[in-house]
C-alpha cells in the first residue's frame, strides 16, 4: 500500500500510512483524533458540536504525522467517536444505547449516551440494524486492519510494539479537580508491554522537564489491554498527552510553538521505540 493512501474507498472510516523510510516494529494508532460524522448517526446524535470537538483527541493525528518518516506504520481513524468508540470493547454497549441490548450501564462506551459534561449524546436507543452497520462498516474494519499490521511486524521483527496515541483535559472536569501530569503512560500496571516500552515515553518526557504519571488518570484503554501481549511478543502503550501542552483547551486552537515542541517529542518517541530490540515470542 502506498505511504498516505486511504483505504475502504474514497471516503474511508479510517487510513493506514505505511513507513516511508527502513520500516519499524512500531505501529502507532489514533483513533479518536477524527471529527467525521456519518450521514446515518445524524438521525439519532445530538450531542452539542463543541463536544464533538471536546471529547475528540484534536490534533493527535497531526502530533504524530511524521511517524512513517521514523519507520512506523500510522493507522488513523476519521469518525467521530460519537459514531463509534474504537478503544472500547465491542460487548460494551449501554442498554440505552442500542435498543433490546442486555442491561448494561456504560454512557461512554461503544456508542456514547452521554457526553463527558453530562448532555444527552443521542435521541433514542440505535436500532440493531443500526449498530450493526457501524460495527460492519467502522468497528470490525479498523481492528482487523490493526490485528493485521501487528500480527505483519511481529512476523517482520519477532516482536511489534503499538503505540496507542490519545490527549486529554489538563485538568478533570469539575470543580476543584487537580491538574493532570503531562504525560501519562498507560500500560495497565505495567502489564501489556515490556519495560523498554513503557519507560520510553517517561524517559522523553522528563528530558524536556515535563511531568509523568502512569496509568493516572488513565489505565490504558481497550486497545492496550487487548493487544498488549508481552508474553506473545506484542507490547502496546498507551500515551495520554495533556492538551495544554499543544492546544488552547478553550478555544480549541494549536499553539504553533506548543505545538511543534509536542510533535517533536512524538517523532523522537515514536524513533526510540523502533529502534529497541525486544524478544521474540
Given at each position: 500500500m502506498?505511504?498516505?493512501?486511504?483505504?475502504?474507498?474514497?471516503?474511508?472510516?479510517?487510513?493506514?500510512?505505511?513507513?516511508?523510510?527502513d520500516e519499524t516494529p512500531v505501529v502507532v494508532e489514533i483513533p479518536h483524533a477524527g471529527l467525521r460524522v456519518t450521514p446515518g448517526s445524524l438521525a439519532t446524535l445530538i450531542a452539542p458540536a463543541r463536544s464533538l470537538a471536546l471529547d475528540a483527541d484534536l490534533y493527535v493525528d497531526q502530533l504524530?504525522?511524521?511517524?512513517?518518516?521514523?519507520?512506523?506504520?500510522?493507522?488513523v481513524s476519521h469518525v467521530s467517536r460519537y459514531v463509534c468508540d474504537l478503544n472500547r470493547a465491542e460487548q460494551d454497549v449501554d442498554s440505552r444505547a442500542v435498543a433490546g441490548t442486555a442491561a448494561h450501564h456504560s454512557p461512554h462506551g461503544l456508542v456514547w449516551v452521554?457526553?463527558?459534561?453530562?448532555?444527552?449524546?443521542?435521541?433514542?436507543?440505535?436500532t440493531r440494524a443500526e449498530f450493526r452497520d457501524r460495527l460492519e462498516n467502522i468497528y470490525l474494519p479498523y481492528h482487523?486492519?490493526?490485528?493485521?499490521?501487528?500480527?505483519?511486524?511481529?512476523?517482520?521483527?519477532?516482536?511489534?510494539?503499538?503505540?496507542?496515541g490519545h490527549s486529554m483535559p489538563s485538568r478533570a472536569r469539575g470543580i476543584g479537580q487537580r491538574n493532570?501530569?503531562?504525560?501519562?503512560?498507560?500500560?495497565?500496571?505495567?502489564?501489556?508491554?515490556?519495560?523498554?516500552?513503557?519507560?520510553?515515553p517517561d524517559a522523553?518526557?522528563?528530558?524536556l522537564g515535563w511531568s509523568v504519571a502512569h496509568d493516572d488518570p488513565y489505565r490504558g484503554g481497550f486497545t492496550t489491554a487487548h493487544y498488549g501481549n508481552p508474553s506473545l511478543a506484542v507490547h502496546a502503550v498507551q500515551v495520554e498527552i495533556s492538551r495544554k501542552r499543544y492546544m488552547d483547551e478553550i478555544g480549541l486552537v494549536?499553539?504553533?510553538?506548543?505545538f511543534e515542541q509536542v510533535r517533536q517529542y512524538c517523532g523522537r518517541l515514536v524513533a526510540r521505540l523502533g529502534a529497541l530490540k525486544l524478544a521474540s515470542a
Open positions: 502506498e505511504p498516505g493512501v486511504p483505504i475502504l474507498g474514497p471516503d474511508p472510516p479510517f487510513s493506514v500510512r505505511e513507513p516511508e523510510t504524530y504525522e511524521d511517524a512513517p518518516t521514523h519507520g512506523a506504520t500510522l493507522l452521554a457526553t463527558t459534561e453530562g448532555a444527552p449524546a443521542l435521541s433514542r436507543p440505535l482487523r486492519a490493526l490485528s493485521a499490521l501487528l500480527e505483519r511486524k511481529r512476523r517482520t521483527f519477532g516482536f511489534a510494539v503499538l503505540l496507542c493532570r501530569a503531562d504525560i501519562v503512560p498507560g500500560s495497565r500496571g505495567r502489564s501489556t508491554a515490556a519495560s523498554d516500552v513503557i519507560d520510553c522523553l518526557a522528563r528530558e494549536k499553539l504553533s510553538n506548543e
